[in-house]
């Protein structure tokens, strides 16, 4: 994994983009499940190339994550809009995610999550998406996987992460 600073990731995303390649980023909180570093770490993976790229802060890198999953889900899944479901039910863990994050934000604990492509470096079953919810308080871990990508949980879960005090 190549250290870069985060501007570097904002560029190599552009360029992919632009490249119609495969690609996907993690945000990694100290403690997170696959941080071994004390830092944040933003993860970006060019999957097409298999190339990964890392920058380490002592601060969330909330803003770059912000322009990030925009770029890879769509505009404005970062932010709240009702409108923009389509109704399908989500499942019983998506649902419990969702009611653990706002439970979380309104006491202003930090807390995140992960989707894991298929073909992603810390999915261990390549034959599924999978949308993982780290909970910091009692340290559980929550999957929901599909054979799908998951939009509508991440219409729900996306606006809750970038909605955090923290």
Not at 27 to 41: S, Y
């Amino acid at each position: 994994m190549k250290k870069v600073i985060d501007t570097e990731i904002l560029k190599i995303a552009e360029k992919l983009v632009k490249k119609e390649k495969k690609w996907h980023f993690h945000i990694l909180t100290p403690g997170c499940v696959f941080n071994k570093d004390k830092r944040f770490a933003l993860v970006m993976e060019n999957s097409s190339d298999k190339k990964q790229f890392v920058s380490f802060s002592l601060k969330k890198p909330a803003k770059t994550g912000q322009i990030l999953v925009e770029m890879l889900h769509g505009k404005g899944i970062s932010k709240k809009n009702p409108s923009a479901r389509s109704g399908l039910k989500s499942s019983r863990k998506v649902t419990q995610m969702v009611e653990r994050a706002i439970e979380l934000n309104n006491k202003g604990f930090a807390w995140h999550h992960h989707l894991l492509f298929p073909d992603c470096i810390f999915n261990k079953d390549s034959r599924y998406w999978t949308l993982v919810f780290e909970d910091p308080l009692n340290g559980e871990v929550i999957k929901d996987m599909s054979k799908e990508k998951p939009r509508e949980a991440l219409k729900e879960i996306e606006p809750l992460f970038y909605a955090q005090k923290k």
